[in-house]
């Protein structure tokens, strides 16, 4: 009876031993699908992404998927979870639109899985937290020490809106004479051009006139002339104010955001020395501007690295620090007047 209860007890502790690592281990199971497998031109569709979640995880994922030729993130992602024994089962969808005809790649994504200790985050079922994408943009999180599950790329086919009856039946391109459409008087419309043209003079110079001699004299000496220095350094501030305007990268447009500000800043940057064209790549250009300017710029020049980087795809940050490089590149060129002299 002795000798049966010490070797109930050693089965019993070797079992516990090879358990221990098990429970401690962290898997990463997950699976992608498509809404549909072909779909129309500027259709919404949707790529769904499962994700089994082990209990007391964190699971990371990003917000979009990249941009691809012909198709790009039409919203952030939303995502749902379910209790699936222990663990649980999380959703993930990410809506994409297709711009152009044709088989389309979809991007493939990955996501992150490690433990939940000291991580915070929306709860899932079993103990398991949703932890933030930007942690891992940062390293804040290093992806090393995590378990990778990668959804690889798929394909999705893009119909056109054309079909064959229509080209069949003499469908074509109509003529510009039709935008405007024949019942337009051109004689009529040339004369509220005019008159429009006409009544801002007028107000104009009213405006002009209600004013003090002194005052009128500044005034019309304060005018830039045209494509003058002052009227390019406030065309690429409004243009600038512009773009943050249109919200783009709090829709997941992220890389047309940095797309769309880096450029203002490289048109307004070229005027300063006639060498500096498009020719120049932008780390060239921004190579240029360091050295004539002492590197006194570190965040303009770490702003356009950053979105050379998001244009090529590898860079997804989040609106905050999206609209914090924005906020760099316009503090810059609002700083810069008189900067070529």
Same mark, same amino acid.
């Given at each position: 009876?002795?000798?049966?209860? &010490?070797?109930?007890? &050693?089965?019993?502790?070797?079992?516990?031993?090879?358990?221990?690592?098990?429970?401690?281990?962290?898997? +990463?199971?997950?699976?992608?699908?498509?809404?549909?497998?072909?779909?129309? $031109?500027?259709?919404?569709?949707?790529?769904?992404?499962?994700?089994?979640?082990?209990?007391?995880?964190?699971? =990371?994922?990003? !917000?979009?998927?990249?941009?691809?030729?012909?198709?790009?993130?039409?919203?952030?992602?939303?995502?749902?979870?379910?209790? +699936?024994?222990?663990?649980?089962?999380?959703?993930?969808?990410?809506?994409?639109?297709?711009?152009?005809?044709?088989?389309?790649?979809?991007?493939?994504?990955?996501?992150?899985?490690?433990?939940?200790?000291?991580?915070? @985050?929306?709860?899932?079922? @079993?103990?398991?937290?949703?932890?933030?994408?930007?942690?891992?943009?940062?390293?804040?999180?290093?992806?090393? /020490?995590?378990?990778?599950?990668?959804?690889?790329? %798929?394909?999705?086919?893009?119909?056109?809106?054309?079909? $064959?009856?229509?080209?069949?039946?003499?469908?074509?391109?109509?003529?510009?004479? !039709?935008?405007?459409?024949?019942?337009?008087? *051109?004689?009529?419309?040339?004369? &509220?051009?005019?008159?429009?043209?006409?009544? $801002?003079?007028?107000?104009?110079?009213?405006?002009? /006139?209600?004013?003090?001699? %002194?005052?009128?004299?500044?005034?019309?000496?304060?005018?830039?002339?045209?494509? /003058?220095?002052?009227?390019?350094?406030?065309?690429?501030? !409004?243009?600038?104010?512009?773009?943050?305007?249109?919200?783009?990268?709090?829709? @997941?447009?992220?890389?047309?955001?940095?797309?769309?500000?880096?450029?203002?800043?490289?048109?307004?940057?070229?005027?300063?020395?006639?060498?500096?064209?498009?020719?120049?790549? /932008?780390?060239?250009?921004? @190579?240029?501007?360091?050295?004539?300017?002492?590197?006194?710029?570190?965040?303009? =020049?770490?702003? &356009?690295?950053? +979105?050379?980087?998001?244009?090529?795809?590898?860079? *997804?940050?989040? +609106?905050?620090?999206?609209?914090?490089?924005?906020?760099?590149?316009?503090?810059?060129?609002?700083?810069? %007047?008189?900067?070529?002299?």
């Amino acid at each position: 009876m002795r000798w049966a209860l &010490m070797t109930a007890l &050693m089965v019993a502790v070797v079992a516990a031993r090879g358990a221990a690592p098990a429970a401690a281990q962290v898997t +990463a199971e997950a699976a992608a699908t498509l809404s549909a497998d072909t779909i129309g $031109l500027g259709d919404v569709f949707q790529l769904f992404v499962t994700v089994e979640v082990s209990p007391g995880s964190a699971v =990371y994922f990003p !917000d979009s998927v990249a941009t691809a030729f012909a198709l790009e993130s039409f919203r952030p992602v939303t995502w749902s979870a379910e209790s +699936a024994g222990d663990g649980a089962t999380l959703t993930l969808t990410y809506p994409l639109i297709a711009f152009r005809v044709g088989l389309a790649p979809v991007p493939g994504l990955d996501v992150f899985i490690g433990r939940a200790a000291d991580v915070g @985050g929306e709860r899932l079922p @079993g103990g398991s937290v949703v932890g933030s994408w930007r942690d891992i943009e940062t390293g804040t999180v290093v992806s090393a /020490s995590l378990t990778r599950a990668a959804i690889p790329r %798929r394909e999705v086919w893009v119909s056109s809106i054309i079909v $064959l009856e229509d080209i069949a039946s003499g469908l074509e391109p109509r003529p510009p004479a !039709d935008v405007l459409g024949p019942g337009w008087n *051109r004689l009529a419309f040339a004369t &509220m051009l005019g008159l429009s043209v006409l009544l $801002l003079v007028i107000a104009r110079s009213v405006a002009l /006139s209600l004013l003090p001699d %002194r005052q009128r004299e500044e005034a019309l000496a304060s005018a830039p002339p045209p494509d /003058s220095d002052l009227v390019r350094w406030q065309k690429a501030l !409004d243009e600038l104010d512009r773009i943050l305007a249109l919200g783009l990268h709090t829709e @997941g447009r992220t890389d047309e955001f940095y797309s769309r500000s880096s450029a203002v800043v490289r048109t307004f940057v070229e005027a300063f020395d006639a060498e500096w064209r498009s020719s120049l790549t /932008s780390s060239e250009l921004m @190579g240029r501007l360091e050295a004539s300017t002492n590197g006194s710029a570190s965040e303009l =020049y770490a702003s &356009m690295r950053a +979105a050379e980087i998001v244009k090529f795809g590898l860079l *997804r940050p989040d +609106a905050s620090t999206a609209e914090g490089h924005w906020g760099d590149l316009r503090t810059w060129v609002h700083a810069s %007047r008189g900067i070529e002299s």
